[in-house]
């Protein structure tokens, strides 16, 4: 299984981004996908997860209304559209897949065996 995240680089406040994970190795549509991201000394948070059917979405309060999630199954690749970006959104981001069924604002890191390497987003005040 190999996912290859990217779509990250330096932006400025308010500006935009838009993430890309391409994955391979496994059924895409089969699995739950997430965005995850760590900065620097902290946890790996969630930022967005999209169920494997699509029709159910996540977001924590940190994000909610200005990122979008969304999966293409006949590309096998996952976005996350980033606008408004504020400094603290600063991270590697993550993407991340994970087989298991039930309530997806249930799913934790622990939940998500598959990842990729991660890309670095850097929002300049």
């Known amino acids: 299984v190999q996912l290859q995240a990217s779509g990250g680089g330096l932006v400025q406040a308010g500006g935009s981004l838009r993430l890309s994970c391409v994955a391979s190795?496994?059924?895409?549509?089969?699995?739950?996908w997430a965005w995850f991201r760590q900065a620097p000394g902290k946890e790996r948070d969630l930022v967005a997860i999209?169920?494997?059917?699509?029709?159910?979405?996540y977001y924590p309060d940190s994000v909610k209304g200005r990122f979008t999630i969304s999966r293409e199954n006949a590309k096998n690749t996952l976005y996350l559209q980033m606008n408004s970006l504020k400094p603290e959104d600063t991270a590697v981001y993550y993407c991340?897949?994970?087989?298991?069924?039930?309530?997806?604002?249930?799913?934790?890191?622990?939940?998500?065996?598959?990842w990729g390497q991660g890309t670095l987003v850097t929002v300049s005040s």
């Open positions: 991340a897949a994970s087989a298991i069924r039930g309530p997806i604002t249930n799913y934790g890191v622990h939940d998500f065996p598959f």
């Open positions: 190795g496994l059924t895409f549509s089969s699995f739950n």
């Open positions: 999209i169920g494997w059917l699509g029709d159910s979405i």
